[in-house]
């Protein structure tokens, strides 16, 4: 029998998914790393990246997040994120759009924070517009 550990998706709406994995292989603020069965008890901050997970029957499936944590505790997977989506759920125009008026937004002078607010915008565009080309 494959070895497997849960795994759930949890956004403040719902939770994306609920279930048994192989693995899981995310982009974390220091780096990309990946996680199996028995992995040690493990914490840190999710950057806006794609999600890919191996299920207990070999299916890959791939999450847009937008931000958020991974833990790891006693092969119990759990992923707090404030957005999550699937690829059937990206808005591709809108993501355009949003890339679009980011881009013009940081080709203007703007305020720090504004410039902080319109690079997350793209970011999760680019992020959202990539897994929807998967």
Same mark, same amino acid.
């Given at each position: 029998?494959?070895?497997?550990?849960?795994?759930?998706? $949890?956004?403040?709406?719902?939770?994306?998914?609920?279930?048994? $994995?192989?693995?899981?292989?995310?982009?974390? +603020?220091?780096?990309?790393?990946?996680?199996?069965?028995? *992995?040690?008890?493990?914490?840190?901050?999710?950057?806006?990246? &794609?999600?890919? &997970?191996?299920?207990?029957?070999?299916?890959?499936? *791939?999450?847009? =997040?937008?931000?958020?944590?991974?833990?790891?505790?006693?092969?119990?997977?759990?992923? =707090?994120?404030?957005? #999550? $989506? +699937?690829?059937?759920?990206?808005?591709?125009?809108?993501?355009?759009?949003?890339?679009?008026?980011?881009?013009?937004?940081?080709?203007?002078? #703007?305020?720090?924070?504004?410039?902080?607010?319109?690079?997350?915008? =793209?970011?999760?565009?680019?992020?959202? =517009?990539?897994?929807?080309?998967?």
């Amino acid at each position: 029998m494959t070895k497997v550990f849960d795994l759930e998706i $949890v956004t403040p709406q719902k939770t994306v998914y609920k279930g048994m $994995v192989k693995s899981v292989t995310a982009m974390g +603020t220091q780096g990309s790393f990946g996680i199996l069965v028995d *992995h040690a008890p493990f914490i840190t901050e999710l950057q806006t990246s &794609i999600l890919t &997970i191996q299920d207990e029957k070999n299916a890959t499936m *791939h999450f847009a =997040l937008d931000k958020g944590f991974f833990e790891v505790v006693t092969n119990k997977v759990i992923v =707090l994120t404030d957005m #999550c $989506v +699937t690829k059937e759920e990206v808005n591709v125009a809108k993501m355009q759009e949003d890339k679009k008026s980011a881009e013009q937004a940081l080709g203007k002078e #703007c305020t720090p924070e504004e410039k902080e607010r319109a690079m997350a915008v =793209l970011k999760r565009a680019d992020t959202w =517009l990539s897994l929807a080309n998967k």
